[in-house]
């Protein structure tokens, strides 16, 4: 019987990754599966997930108790990066509450009109929670209705996750020849264009976001794991895997351009330019095809920028304005509440 064989080598924590999804769900018989992970360079000891490790650990049966005893992990609300307007915030999880269908940053924009209101960041209980303490406890996050990643040791976190591959098939080799693969997997960071062509698939190596390379790491397993391909004849999957890879990587794109653009509104992005366009003229945020970011993250770049609605939802205008800016008052806090409730829980 043939051997499908398929070699992934690159940094250690990229390399375990990988190959925890690839050993669960790709591995089997007649399918073999060899991870060379390298030392880390650099000084980075932690690493971030975003709000999808819980259903990429909990397909690897790897519980949140187990991420905190063996990593180290603790919750995190919301990442941070920079703009040249400074510090820019982005949550997991959306801004106030929506009402009848109608995003709260629509509320929020009417009632700033008839009275100034708190800036919009502090009707985020996502940001809230990620400001109040680093060390939310596990227990509490049941009774919220927030998304989390995690924040690991990067160290603790690869070993883990590459005695769970060993546990479902995977070998751990330092060096492996290629002519003897049918697949080699690149997991190096580099500026090279991901995608998969002949048998070597390139994984992308974006970092300036945190989150974003593990999501990175996570979505390029899966997206191969989805083809199901036979190495042997494997064309159409290649083209189809390096076209969506591509996609991903203008939606990142994207959203760096909108973070470090001098003036983002000129872009010669077109979809950048229409997220912009239609959230300039209306507040909405289309969505394209390969997002990476979620809506509120959009919401808080774009407002870290300083870009603005011209007008808000007609539908934003149901509400009685006496009762609309006590729902707002109260809103603003029950967040400062909550969030001190979930730090001391």
Same mark, same amino acid.
Not at 170 to 199: F, H, M
Not at 235 to 254: P, S
């Given at each position: ?38 030392? =880390?360079?650099?000084?980075?000891? %932690?690493?971030?997930? &975003?709000?999808? +490790?819980? /259903?990429?650990?909990? !397909? ?117 020849? =290629?002519?003897?693969?049918?697949? %080699?997997?690149?997991? &190096?960071?580099? +500026?090279? /264009?991901?995608?998969? !062509? ?148």
């Amino acid at each position: 019987m043939s051997v499908e064989r398929i070699h992934v080598f690159g940094p250690v924590h990229r390399v375990a990754i990988v190959g925890a999804i690839l050993a669960k769900r790709w591995a089997r018989e007649g399918r073999e599966l060899v991870l060379s992970p390298s030392p =880390e360079e650099g000084q980075e000891t %932690s690493l971030i997930t &975003r709000p999808d +490790q819980r /259903v990429v650990h909990a !397909e690897l049966g790897l519980s949140l108790d187990d991420l905190a005893q063996h990593a180290g992990a603790t919750p995190i609300f919301a990442v941070h990066t920079n703009s040249p307007d400074g510090r820019v915030s982005l949550p997991y999880s959306p801004f106030g509450m929506p009402r009848s269908g109608i995003e709260f940053h629509q509320f929020w924009q009417r009632a700033n009109t008839h009275q100034k209101q708190p800036d919009l960041n502090e009707f985020s209980l996502a940001l809230a929670m990620s400001n109040a303490s680093d060390q939310v406890r596990f227990a509490a996050l049941g009774k919220l209705p927030l998304q989390f990643g995690l924040k690991l040791d990067r160290g603790r976190y690869s070993h883990l996750l590459l005695g769970n591959a060993q546990a479902n098939g995977a070998q751990i080799v330092q060096d492996v020849t =290629e002519t003897l693969t049918d697949l %080699s997997i690149d997991c &190096r960071i580099s +500026q090279n /264009v991901p995608g998969w !062509e002949g048998r070597v698939l390139q994984i992308a190596g974006d970092r300036d976001i945190p989150g974003l390379e593990w999501q990175v790491c996570v979505n390029a397993a899966r997206r191969f794991v989805a083809l199901s391909p036979n190495l042997n004849d494997s064309e159409n999957e290649q083209r189809e895997f390096t076209r969506l890879a591509v996609g991903e990587q203008d939606r990142i794109a994207d959203m760096r351009a909108l973070l470090n653009g001098a003036r983002p509104g000129n872009t010669n992005r077109p979809d950048l330019k229409r997220k912009i366009d239609v959230f300039t003229a209306c507040g909405r945020i289309p969505t394209e095809d390969f997002e990476v970011f979620s809506q509120p993250e959009w919401l808080a770049a774009l407002w870290a920028r300083g870009i603005r609605p011209k007008r808000y939802d007609r539908m934003a205008k149901a509400m009685p304005e006496n009762a609309l800016l006590a729902w707002l008052a109260s809103m603003h806090g029950e967040i400062a509440k909550i969030a001190q409730q979930g730090q001391a829980a």
